[in-house]
């Protein structure tokens, strides 16, 4: 008999969005064809600082991923980020200068210039 993993659903999330992003993540997921399931949130190597943010529609989990659920809205974070994420706040904001989602993470020590990459 063949076994299914079923990803854990976690109340605490490392991460937290506002109610303006979760709202505009909804809104970019339901002009998608087909609908995604939930967002992937998660801290790469590269640039200027030696990190940088990642955000992408996902299908699903994947094996080593933890699962958050954020109003509705299903939150993909892989194990790895999940350290350097605890007790960020991604918001999505609109100025004169653009929109864009912004992060806000207690766990940074420097930023790079361009602000698209971090050090920790």
Do not use: H, W
Not at 1 to 7: H, Y
Not at 32 to 57: D, K
Not at 58 to 66: F, P
Not at 104 to 120: D, W
């Amino acid at each position: 008999m063949a076994t299914t993993t079923v990803p854990e659903v976690k109340k605490t999330a490392p991460v937290s969005l506002t109610p303006n992003a979760v709202a505009k993540v909804k809104e970019i997921m339901g002009q998608q064809n087909p609908v995604p399931s939930g967002l992937r949130i998660g801290v790469v190597g590269g640039g200027c600082s030696g990190f940088s943010y990642s955000m992408q529609f996902e299908n699903g989990a994947g094996m080593m991923d933890k699962t958050f659920d954020m109003d509705g809205l299903k939150v993909y974070v892989d194990a790895t980020s999940v350290m350097y994420l605890n007790g960020c706040v991604v918001d999505y904001v609109e100025t004169l200068e653009g929109a864009g989602f912004k992060f806000e993470n207690p766990n940074v020590k420097s930023t790079c210039g361009c602000g698209s990459s971090f050090s920790v």
